[in-house]
């Protein structure tokens, strides 16, 4: 990946909350706690994962650039979204460690020498892991759950047009 690029990628990265709070602020009160299937996650749901995924995330490229090819977890969301009982946290602070956790680190990739995009590690379940292929996968996260949360909202919409509440 050259430099422009990554920078690039970087800035859809810090974009991120904005985009994913912009979603949030569309969706009406009564549509957040709703799930348009019994196995899909309502609009408040993907922002308290987004606040999950965030810290854990932020762990990832630090492991990465400061530790020589760690083991880099992963996580079941989905357990995560039950044994946390999200509906049941509120989405201001939510929201505000999305923010506070992309603002950080984008300070710290753009300061990152050539050489810690070039380091790795593993996953078990993607295996060899680098910075590069980090950055690559969650330049998008806040985005395509924002893009999720816009889909719960056009469902609901249809499910209460068509008298389904």
């Not at 922002?47 to 650039?65: K, S």
């Not at 992309?102 to 710290?108: G, L, M, N, S």
């Not at 590690?121 to 950055?135: K, V």
Request: hydrophobic share 40%.
């Amino acid at each position: 990946m050259d430099r422009q690029e990554r920078e690039c990628l970087i800035q859809q990265y810090a974009e991120g909350p904005a985009r994913l709070a912009s979603a949030t602020a569309t969706v009406p009160t009564p549509a957040l706690k709703w799930r348009p299937a019994p196995d899909a996650w309502s609009a408040h749901e993907i922002v308290c994962h987004c606040a999950d995924a965030e810290a854990m995330v932020a762990t990832r490229i630090r492991m990465l650039v400061a530790e020589g090819a760690p083991l880099i977890a992963g996580i079941d969301q989905d357990a995560w979204t039950q044994a946390f009982d999200y509906h049941a946290l509120s989405l201001e602070p939510a929201l505000g460690a999305v923010a506070a956790t992309r603002a950080h680190t984008v300070e710290e990739l753009r300061r990152f020498p050539e050489a810690a995009w070039l380091r790795e590690g593993h996953h078990p379940e993607r295996g060899r892991y680098s910075a590069t292929e980090w950055l690559r996968m969650y330049a998008s996260h806040l985005h395509d759950h924002a893009q999720q949360i816009e889909g719960n909202v056009a469902a609901w919409t249809t499910h209460v047009a068509d008298g389904e509440e």
